[in-house]
């Protein structure tokens, strides 16, 4: 019996980039708040605005234009200039419209998996924004199922492929967070690989799961056909 029968794919940093435009967005929007504060104490106000705020806006590019709103008025109050109110948005409408930019290995790694295994997307974020996203991406015929979750939790995952394999005992997830991607997914009882990126939000960050035996770490997406191929059930 093979040991798997479906296989899950995360959006943002796996399939295509995403954080990039996070990131290049933050420095911009530093460099507005540069007369009320240094950058050090922005980054800082930011990071915090968006902790306290996933649980009222989720995460996506909307609830990132909201933190950096609330930032710039803690940071300047009455003295806001509404210009400044005008380019915030305007960055936020910038990320929305972004070109989406395919990950190396993506095409050829869907082609190779997509006659053998049940095909997924699982991924947070804005739903209106990941479905663009998805659309524009070229890749929408190669999955059987998308979902779009508030988060990722093993009960999440334990769902996901209830649903559309057959249990997350023979379910896989691959993805660049070891916090939403691996670690959630390994604690399901799935198979779990860590595709690094080279940028990775600092609410992302978690500590590589130790001697699991259902974990793996590959470079780039072209990898996983060949990793998958050496699976032997447990």
């Not at 709103?69 to 910038?94: F, H, N, S």
Request: net charge negative.
């Amino acid at each position: 019996m093979r040991p798997l029968t479906a296989i899950a794919f995360d959006a943002d940093d796996t399939l295509w980039q995403n954080e990039r435009f996070f990131q290049d967005s933050q420095r911009r929007f530093i460099s507005m708040l540069e007369p009320f504060a240094d950058a050090d104490k922005v980054e800082a106000e930011l990071l915090g605005a968006e902790r306290r705020n996933i649980g009222f806006y989720g995460f996506g590019v909307k609830g990132f234009t909201l933190s950096m709103l609330e930032t710039a008025t803690m940071l300047c109050g009455d003295d806001l200039p509404p210009a400044v109110v005008r380019d915030i948005l305007g960055l936020g409408k910038a990320m929305l419209d972004h070109p989406v930019e395919l990950l190396p290995g993506v095409v050829e790694t869907l082609q190779a998996l997509r006659d053998h295994y049940t095909l997924l997307v699982v991924t947070k974020g804005d739903l209106f924004d990941q479905e663009r996203k998805l659309v524009q991406s070229g890749l929408a015929d190669y999955f059987d199922h998308v979902e779009i979750v508030s988060d990722k939790t093993p009960d999440v995952y334990r769902r996901v492929f209830d649903r559309h394999g057959q249990g997350p005992a023979r379910g896989m997830m691959i993805g660049n967070s070891l916090k939403s991607d691996v670690l959630p997914a390994l604690e399901a009882g799935c198979w779990a690989v860590h595709v690094p990126h080279d940028l990775t939000w600092a609410l992302e960050h978690a500590d590589e799961p130790a001697g699991h035996t259902r974990y793996r770490v590959v470079s780039n997406l072209s990898a996983i056909p060949a990793e998958i191929a050496e699976l032997q059930p447990d």
